[in-house]
């Protein structure tokens, strides 16, 4: 392809886009593809020649896009969202254009240096103590393992880094019962081994219980452990429960543990002031994270790891071969030395376009529509007759169920799996579910970029009838 062709179809491609984003919710949210409907379409050896620019464009249209589910339309209610938006997408566009690789200061020092002060403009506007400082990172999967491979490292003073890891140690780490699936992998990849991941039971809202986490604590000191890192939950992802996170660093002060914060998707609230509370005496922890590409529109993949003490991170992760080493070492950031990968996506630039496009009030408006529809709905659920809640609603996610005590636990839960299910076939809808107390219970996530109560009401309208078709059928 030459530059007078890339004009050409990239002014055709940003025409496709624009018309995406407008008609996007006049698809199916998730396709009906059967398992290797798409493989079977591609040909089974790459192409020795060229092949144009509209041949392979229009297999995109015919081919991959029928199996695309469709995270960007507005009736996803599913797992978490992963939004984009115009200014992030405009940014990624720039990015990938740059094509820089960002690892260090000197390899694209803007990129750096934008980095450090749209993390601080993060911190502030979150709340988060101005003393610590921020990095970005593909996931919240990898951030938290830096922040548990760090753990580890403090606590042995750099040892295993050096000798390797005996698992002598006998290293425990905490969380709830309700943690993400990410700790039990980083657990895992750190040497820790998940036998030595202590879930600490959780109140009737969820929340990681201080008292018992203390216990517990005292409990490994007494038979010889180590206790090494707590793993608290600001939005749990089952029901978006929150860990107290005050009365967990107190203790984790106390014990010399390190404290990490999962704030992946309900962290983004903290952009409003009257959620910042929940992070009160978070000062004495270690770190926190928080994902962008969830509910701050902007597009996957972006994560911003806070942490009190970076030297602990980069004690941890800095290597410098010679070949990457520059006179300026002392002076600047390399970020490659903050995690895990050495290159590194110019991901700052889209934090920095969609920061400045909506402004934090923008951000802060949207978000309080999200939560405010969220109000609604569950106001219109609790209404119901035959509808329960089974966890509080403190952000955008409802966990409801449909309830008849005639039925048995198992019948119930038959039930809304097929409620879900039905719902979930006529594409028009796209929800998952998740268990509380053994509890089959379908999630509300109301926090796309576009979502508009046009949207829920229609979604509410939807809930209403299939289910009332299967009650019919019982
Ligand atoms: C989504 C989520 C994660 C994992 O995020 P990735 O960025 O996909 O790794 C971790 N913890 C919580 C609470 C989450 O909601």
Known sequence: MDKEEFRKYAHQLVDWMADYLEEKENYRVTPTTKPREIFKQLPSEAPEDSESFEAIFQDFKEIILPGMTHWQHPSFFAYFPANNSEPSILAEMLMSTLG?????????????????????????AKGIDPSWKGVIHDTASTATLSAILSARERKSTWLINEEGFGGKENFRIYSSEHVHSSIDKAVRIAGIGVKNLVRIPVDENFAMIPSLLEEAIQKDLEKGFTP?????????TSSTAIDPIGEITK???KYGLWHHIDAAYAGTALLLPE????????????SYVFNPHKWMFTNFDCTVLFLKNPQDLIKTFSLTPEYLRTQLDREVNNYRDWGIQLGRRFRALKLWFVIRSYGLKGIRQK?????????KAKYWIESELGLEILAPVPFNTICFRHHDPKH?????????EKWMNALNATGKVFFTHTKLEGKYVIRWVIGQTDVEEKHIQAAWVLLMETRKKLLQED
């Not at 090494?228 to 939005?235: F, H, I, K, P, Y």
């Not at 959620?275 to 270690?286: K, P, R, T, V, Y």
């Not at 978000?367 to 109000?375: E, F, G, K, T, V």
Request: with cysteine; net charge negative; charged share 20%.
């Open 367 to 375: 978000l309080r529509y999200h939560i405010q529809l969220a109000q």
């Open 275 to 286: 959620f910042q509370s929940l992070i009160e005496g978070h000062e004495d922890a270690d």
């Open 408 to 416: 048995t636990l198992e019948e119930e839960n038959t039930f809304n």
């Open 251 to 253: 203790i984790t002060k």
């Open 100 to 124: 820089a690789q960002c690892m260090s200061w000197l390899t694209s020092p803007a990129a750096t240096e934008l980095e450090e002060r749209v993390c601080d403009w993060l911190r502030g």
């Open 228 to 236: 090494l890192c707590v793993v608290s939950a600001l939005g749990t």
